[in-house]
């Protein structure tokens, strides 16, 4: 009679704390999503891209696989474009021993001049465009390495310090790229 007394109680020690903890992630979700560290915004759900996503331009070549890419979206590249070019080469240079993990990329849907040393220029497809239309404009997104939209920046108050953090908490964890 003891020893079923026992097993129940052994039985309850190990189901239990699963069913409560089940049960509290399906009564209250947001419990767990609203509480994260990083300081940009998850793209939800996460935009996949294809290599006929992004055409490059003839004078820049590149592509999506295999480095993380900061990717700053836009119509046209006025100084708030050039401006955030140069903090994507800070946030890149002050990335120390990782900065040959990131790339710079301009997403222009229109044509330009701009000239900035080591940022890839391409437009996007009409799909990919469609996507991004989503959000705000002059929004800068960070790109991983299979090619899927993962986080974006809200353009205005673009805070160097912040998005530097995010980067090196997922360098840390990241074995991709």
Not at 14 to 35: D, E, M
Not at 82 to 102: A, V
Request: glycine letters at 6%.
């Amino acid at each position: 009679m003891n020893s079923k007394k026992e097993l129940w109680i052994l039985l309850a020690s190990f189901v239990l704390p699963i069913a409560l903890g089940t049960a509290f992630f399906y009564w209250n979700p947001t419990a767990f999503t609203s509480n994260t560290v990083n300081y940009g915004t998850f793209v939800n759900p996460i935009i996949t891209t294809q290599e006929q996503d992004v055409v490059f331009a003839r004078h820049t070549p590149g592509s999506l696989q295999g480095l993380w890419t900061l990717a700053y979206v836009t119509d046209q590249c006025n100084d708030a474009c050039i401006t955030t070019l140069k903090d994507m080469k800070t946030i890149r240079i002050l990335m120390n021993e990782n900065m040959r993990r990131i790339q710079r990329m301009l997403l222009i849907n229109g044509t330009t001049d701009t000239q900035e040393y080591g940022v890839l220029i391409a437009h996007p497809s009409e799909g990919l465009n469609q996507q991004l239309r989503e959000f705000p404009e002059n929004t800068l997104f960070l790109i991983d390495p299979l090619g899927n939209v993962m986080l974006h920046y809200n353009p205005q108050g673009l805070s160097v310090k912040r998005v530097l953090k995010d980067l090196k908490r997922l360098f840390k964890y990241s074995r991709i790229g």
